[in-house]
Each structure stands twice: as structure tokens, then as C-alpha cells.
């Protein structure tokens, strides 16, 4: 009993988003091929008719994590600049609010999965540096800013510090201090932080 290609490929997409979203929840060690198979429908022998091993289902939903959260970064900026909104302003809160800090399954995966990038193979980090580099372009074009460098710099600075007290206020146990990192990073960010 064979399957149609694009039966084939629903359930390729299917087993890379739900593995997407559990790397960005579990990290990378978790989950078990079972595991995401039997969330997926399928059988964990199937497996093998889509993917050679874990590693390159891995680097495959890492790289559909990192396209997930651009294209969340990319529509915030554009409904904002629709209502005439400081899109700059608007992706500072969105990104250092308490919804996206709650919700690392559908979160940046830059912040989510950058630690266990690092030690992952050199085609995962070389898609993680490409996505960096797609926020910086975005936070540039955001930046008031005639010279390049300066607004580089300033793009840099932005995008760690987003990141940086995203990751931190996702680690402490404190409900008040990882409240007061997301507000007062994005203060800074906002009222004369390095992107102003």
C-alpha cells in the first residue's frame, strides 16, 4: 500500500514542524524519533522514508524554526508600519514581552536554540548565522541612522540585547527580576539604547 508523493510530503512537513516546535520547547537532545513520529501520526519505522537520521531531521527543523521566527519578525514589522506605528518600537515590545517570553515553542529561535547551535553541525550553525544576519539587515532598516557602521553597530547591539534578556528573563526563577529584565531592556532599547 504506497503512499502518493504529496502524501509523502504532507508528512515530511508535518514530522519537521512538529519537531520544530519540540526543539524550540525541549532543546536538542529531546525528543525521541517515537516521540515525534507517534505526535506526527506515524509509525516510527516510517521514519527512514523521510529523513537518513535524527541529525538531519534536526537540521532540517531548526532551519524551519529559525525561517518561522523570521516570518514572525517580518509580519509584526509590517502590521506595525500599517498602523503607523514606530516599527522599531513595536518589534522591541513584542519581542521583550511577557507572551513571547511564555511561549518558546512558537518563539525566536535564535534565543531558544542558540546555545545548542553552537554545538550542533556546521550546516545548522551556517542557516543560525543566516538568520542573525536576516534580523540584523531588518534591525538596520529599522534605525534612524545615515551611517552604516553606526547603524551596524547599532543593529548589534540591539539584537543582543534582545536576545540576551529574552534568554535571561526565560532562565530565572524570579517572576519580578525576569519581568524588570524584559521592561528595562526594552527602556533602554527604546529611550536612548543603542538603536536611537
Known amino acids: 500500500m504506497g503512499h502518493s508523493q504529496a502524501d509523502k510530503a504532507a508528512s515530511h512537513r508535518r514530522i519537521v514542524e512538529i519537531t520544530s516546535a519540540r ?4 532543546g536538542l537532545e529531546r525528543p525521541a524519533i517515537g516521540e515525534l513520529m507517534r505526535e506526527a ?3 516510527h519505522g516510517g521514519f527512514y522514508r523521510h529523513f537518513g537520521s535524527r541529525e538531519e531531521l534536526v537540521e532540517e527543523a531548526i532551519v524551519r524554526a529559525l525561517w518561522d521566527g523570521a516570518r514572525h519578525m517580518s509580519d509584526a514589522v509590517a502590521r506595525q508600519r500599517e498602523c503607523g506605528a514606530d516599527p522599531l518600537a513595536a518589534l522591541v515590545a513584542a519581542y521583550l514581552s511577557a507572551a513571547h517570553r511564555d511561549d518558546p ?9 542558540g546555545a545548542d547551535v553552537a554545538r550542533a553541525s556546521e550546516r545548522t550553525r551556517a ?3 543566516n538568520q542573525v544576519e536576516s534580523y540584523l539587515r531588518v534591525l538596520e532598516g ?3 541612522e545615515s551611517d552604516p557602521a553606526v547603524r551596524r553597530r547599532r543593529a ?3 539584537l543582543s540585547a534582545l536576545v540576551g534578556a529574552l534568554v535571561m528573563a526565560r532562565a530565572v526563577a524570579n517572576p519580578e527580576l525576569s519581568a524588570e529584565l524584559l521592561g528595562r531592556v526594552a527602556e533602554g532599547l527604546t529611550e536612548g539604547g543603542p538603536s536611537s
Open 41 to 43: 501520526g506515524l509509525t
Open 105 to 113: 515553542t512558537n518563539g525566536c529561535a535564535v534565543a531558544t536554540l
Open 23 to 26: 526543539l524550540r520547547e525541549d
Open 127 to 129: 542557516a543560525y548565522g
Open 156 to 158: 548589534l547591539l540591539t
Open 142 to 144: 529599522l534605525i534612524d
